[in-house]
């Protein structure tokens, strides 16, 4: 299978390891992810909330880059959320789309999938790539982190629902999933730059919440999420996140922990040398 690739900002800066552990378990799974040449920011960070041409041009400019007939893979929630709304504004609006042709000289393509990493799931068989894939985890236990951008506005209200994927995939490669109250909670976003007081608040009671169920991990669905829960924990004592696509490439045995453990602040390497994984 080919896939075009948007990783974003956040998946080529601080959370590289996630990206590379996407493209490990791609790879290992026989997906090709070919990536957007000469991609930009999607605007995810601030533009929709301070210039509304600029948000708008700026996820048009990306479409404009994904070739025909393939669809386009995205693993960040809020760059899915910026494309996929940009998308269905020019499917809506043909004088829009006349303006996207004259400005990006190409054709726009209304047919064009835009999928997060999640949709993966339901277009491979993963028991092709496993032997004894139940036993691959060692039954760590982890509280799936999902964040609130995968609930989508009201306009993506009819978008698939991924949520309990992450419990589903992960427990039948071992590992045991906890039932917590804190899964969809916000981690505080971008507020964690503007107020890093009030995001510190947030990602406190989230990670308090999850070692209350006695879990020895995090495991996040979103790169900005796991960037939040990191920096911003000041708890004296915490359990380390980790992104889904990194467990993923540990169960299929193409993971590289010299390559990426290292980057977290809270080293996941004696949980996991401890579980029997590294």
């Known amino acids: 299978m080919e896939l075009s690739y948007f990783p974003g900002c956040s998946l080529k800066a601080q959370g590289h390891e996630n990206n590379l552990s996407l493209i490990e378990f791609s790879r290992a799974v026989h997906v ?10 999607c605007g995810s960070s601030s533009a929709h909330a301070i210039d509304p041409t600029v948000a708008a041009l700026l996820p048009q400019r990306n479409l404009s880059l994904a070739p025909k007939g393939r669809p386009l893979l995205v693993a960040c929630p ?31 393509d209304p047919d064009l999938e835009i999928i997060h990493f999640f949709e993966l799931f339901s277009r491979i068989d993963l028991s092709r790539y496993l ?13 799936p982190y999902y964040g609130c951008m995968l609930a989508r506005p009201p306009d993506l209200r009819f978008e698939a629902n991924y949520h309990g994927l992450m ?4 427990t039948r490669l071992g590992a045991k999933a906890l039932s917590w109250g804190y899964g969809t909670r916000c981690c505080g976003t971008f507020l964690s730059v503007a107020k890093p007081d ?9 990670v308090s919440g999850a070692m209350d169920v006695e879990a020895e991990c995090l495991v996040t669905a979103c790169a900005m999420c796991h960037l939040n829960l990191e920096i911003r924990c000041t708890l004296p004592k915490r359990i380390p996140i980790l992104h889904f696509s990194e467990l993923l490439s540990l ?12 980057k977290h602040l809270v080293d996941p390497r004696p949980l996991l040398k401890k579980r029997g994984l590294l």
């Open 32 to 41: 090709e992810l070919i990536e957007l040449p000469d991609w930009n920011c």
């Open 78 to 108: 809020s760059c899915l959320l910026r494309l996929k709304q940009a998308h269905l504004a020019l499917v809506r609006d043909e004088a829009a789309q006349a303006a996207y042709e004259q400005r990006w000289q190409t054709e726009f």
């Open 131 to 143: 032997d004894n894939g139940e036993n691959r985890l060692n039954n760590i236990r982890f509280a």
């Open 167 to 170: 419990e589903s995939v992960l």
């Open 198 to 206: 009030l995001a510190t608040t947030v990602v406190n009671g989230i």
């Open 251 to 262: 169960a299929l045995g193409t993971s590289d922990p010299k390559r990426w453990f290292p």
